[in-house]
């Protein structure tokens, strides 16, 4: 059982239905919803951490699921998928990000899509048989090409159903630097490459035809010129559209300014004159009645007050200036300013810092030659730098290929490929990429005198998926992605090799979370978690169900797998899940 403290309330993205899931908020595939798929009509599954097998008799569904997880991830569908007598087919997924390692909120926000909430991401996938698509990332509409990248960090399935990051050379190569320790070594490098980058670009800036070169010169001579000779630093532009402002009004300005003047103080019904009688009536009225005191402050404030506004439009009319020269010159400011703008940048302040770029690229071109022996110089340096670090990364690669393959030969031993070998292929190149100068790619020989072929040359998806079985239980801890899926491991596989089998599945669930289809009951009684599928048929049609099981019902699920009957295939059923 899962403790209450373990577990949060999760929602699929389809909330008509209310539907609701209790499910354990460290498994990686929390819950998976499939409506109208093959023989499904409507099925919720919950998944756990660890290790879950899922089981059941052929044909009763137990591959739908890893269909469904791959349509959901973005595996082209086809409607001859979608349920009889159903018009669309509908997949979600609900997974735990806690375990993700990839920045996948940083990618949801970088392609415009919801960031997950509760480290919970919901994914939804819709297909008609009209043709119509439609899928979802937390809510967000988005494209499959979208769901496939999500998926290729989220799940591993290892079977019919090619979904595999391993079969990928450059994953190869990144799982091989992990498992030599060389993040750092490979970080150096990329910085390296990146830096050499930089300087051939800024070399190839300078590295023109001497007409190109001529050109270039009187460009940014011309512009560097124009910029200085506006002298930005010392305008303020507001100030200057503020005067450009009075000095274009400044004959309406003098009209107001007189005539609100002559309000003032003019000799007849003038606000001054007024204010002298209002004076004396107040006084008046004072001396019948004290108690009007307060009236006699307020008339002295007024008269104070317009008596400053007098001063103030006096001296205001005395600064208005008639000058259409400067009128002249301040539009033409004005406009050079603009012009400036448009050509160099929205504001002043880009305009200036454009000058500031094209002064030091005039520079550094009025002084080529010595620049670009200097940058030569440093590309020398730079590409030394580079040789030697990939000289040393090569070095640590070939050192661990032999020991990697001998683990993967161990396993691949104990998984019943008894002369099979397994070997790394490391080509160098010339030119370097990110990681290197280093090309591998995986390689496989099932069959002693054969030569080895690339992992995705494997025929066998039961072979592929033993294979990559061996590989992941050696790179358990390097591997990043976090749910492994296994379809049809079991197959040609039984006796010892199969215990084997169940026993590596639980070793790798010890990092991350992993289900695995199979029809061997060895491999089922390894698991932490045990799901069965079975076909029942309802109102004349043939459903698909899956439903955990525990107890006595896992019990009595070994024993069909077991293929007997009796005390004796019981109790053989009891001691495989007891181990």
């Known amino acids: 059982m899962v403790s209450r403290k373990a577990t949060k309330r999760i929602r699929f993205a389809d909330a008509s239905k209310g539907l609701k899931l209790l499910a354990n908020e460290f498994a990686m595939l929390s819950a998976l919803r499939i409506k109208n798929l093959a023989l499904v009509e409507d099925l919720t599954v919950e ?81 008609s048989a009209g043709g119509t698509n439609r899928q979802f990332i937390n809510g967000s509409a988005t494209s499959l090409n979208h769901l496939a990248q999500i998926g290729e960090w989220l799940v591993d399935i290892h079977g019919p159903h090619d979904h595999q990051s391993l079969l990928h050379p450059n994953r190869q190569l990144a799982l091989l630097d992990a498992y030599a320790g060389l993040d750092k070594d490979i970080a150096a490098f990329t910085a390296l490459l990146r830096e050499r980058k930089e300087v051939e670009t800024e070399r190839a800036d300078l590295i023109v035809d001497e007409q190109t070169y001529e050109q270039q010169l009187d460009l940014l001579r011309f512009q560097v010129k124009e910029i200085a000779a506006a002298h930005l630093a010392e305008l303020n532009e507001e100030e200057l559209e503020q005067e450009h402002q009075r000095s274009s009004n400044a004959s309406q300005l003098t009209h107001l300014a007189g005539s609100t003047l002559d309000l003032l103080t003019g000799e007849s019904e003038s606000l001054t004159s007024q204010l002298t009688s209002i004076s004396r009536q107040i006084h008046s009225l004072h001396q019948i009645d004290p108690a009007a005191e307060n009236l006699i402050e307020l008339q002295e404030q007024a008269s104070g007050v317009i008596q400053e506004l007098q001063t103030e439009l006096s001296a205001y009319l005395d600064r208005i200036e008639l000058n259409p020269e400067r009128l002249l010159e301040l539009e033409e400011q004005i406009d050079a300013l603009q012009s400036l703008k448009r050509k160099y940048g929205p504001s002043l302040e880009d305009v200036v810092q454009f000058g500031e770029k094209a002064a030091d690229k005039l520079s550094s071109l009025e002084s080529r030659d010595a620049e670009v022996s200097r940058l030569n110089a440093e590309l020398e340096r730079l590409s030394k730098e580079l040789i030697k670090t990939g000289k040393t990364i090569t070095s640590k690669r070939k050192k661990v290929i032999g020991k990697l393959s001998k683990e993967v030969v161990k396993q691949l031993r104990a998984l019943g490929f008894k002369q099979s070998e397994f070997d790394v292929a490391l080509e160098s190149m010339d030119t370097p990429t990110q990681n290197g100068f280093d090309r591998i790619e995986f390689q496989f020989a099932p069959n002693p005198g054969e030569p080895s072929q690339p992992l995705r040359a494997i025929a066998s998806s039961g072979e592929m998926a033993r294979v990559m079985l061996a590989i992941k239980t050696v790179l358990a801890e390097q591997d990043r992605v976090p749910l492994l899926i296994f379809d049809e491991v079991d197959a040609n596989v039984g006796g010892e090799t199969a215990h084997v089998v169940g026993e590596k599945m639980s070793r790798i669930a010890r990092n991350r979370q992993v289900l695995c289809v199979t029809h061997l009951a060895q491999v089922a009684a390894a698991a932490d978690h045990h799901q069965v599928a079975s076909k029942e048929v309802t109102k004349g049609r043939t459903l698909s169900t899956i439903k955990p099981v525990a107890g006595n019902d896992r019990v009595n699920e070994v024993v069909r797998m077991l293929g007997g009957k009796g005390e004796a295939v019981i109790k053989h059923a009891e001691q495989l899940l007891k181990m």
């Open 47 to 127: 998944f756990q951490p660890g290790y879950n097998a899922i089981t059941g008799e052929t044909g009763a569904g137990k591959s739908i699921l890893i269909g469904a997880l791959s349509l959901v991830l973005g595996e082209r569908a086809s409607k001859s998928l979608i349920r009889s007598g159903a018009d669309k087919s509908t997949v979600e997924a609900v997974f735990d990000t806690r375990q993700i390692k990839s920045p996948i909120n940083r990618w949801l926000d970088e392609n415009g899509l919801e960031e997950c909430e509760d480290h919970q991401l919901f994914l939804k996938r819709t297909f």
